[in-house]
Nanobody
């Protein structure tokens, strides 16, 4: 069994900060790339940031300088530090982890259940 769980969402005022966490657990051989995606009201899911196993990061242009993605491979965790939040950052944030299971030896993308982020203005 593999589980991917997000936490840290909530309500924050514009200009404030939130930290999202993602924890993967279970039948894990290794985790390759990980990333955060979000879906705002009336919008399609979009990439926010990704981080490779080697620590190479990639950010959507609209979050550069405000968000920071990181990971701790010893704990199979990933975080997204969000600063200077804007109302347009509101949405459901999903964690994606590319995981190789011991059972199959195949890499599959696993998604968390999502964390709601609401930025008031």
């Amino acid at each position: 069994q593999v589980q991917v769980v997000e936490s840290g969402g909530g309500l924050v005022q514009a200009g404030g900060s939130l930290r999202l966490s993602c924890v993967a657990s279970g039948d894990i051989l290794r985790i390759s790339d990980m990333g955060w995606y979000r879906q705002g009201p009336g919008k399609q899911r979009e990439l926010v940031a990704t981080i490779s196993r080697g620590g190479i990061t990639n950010y959507a242009m609209y979050v550069k300088g405000r968000f920071t993605i990181s990971r701790d491979d010893a704990k199979n965790t990933m975080t997204l530090q969000m600063n200077s939040l804007k109302s347009e950052d509101s949405g459901v944030y999903y964690c994606k982890a590319e995981i190789v299971r011991r059972l199959t030896g195949l890499m599959v993308a696993y998604w968390g259940q999502g964390a709601q982020v609401t930025v008031s203005s």
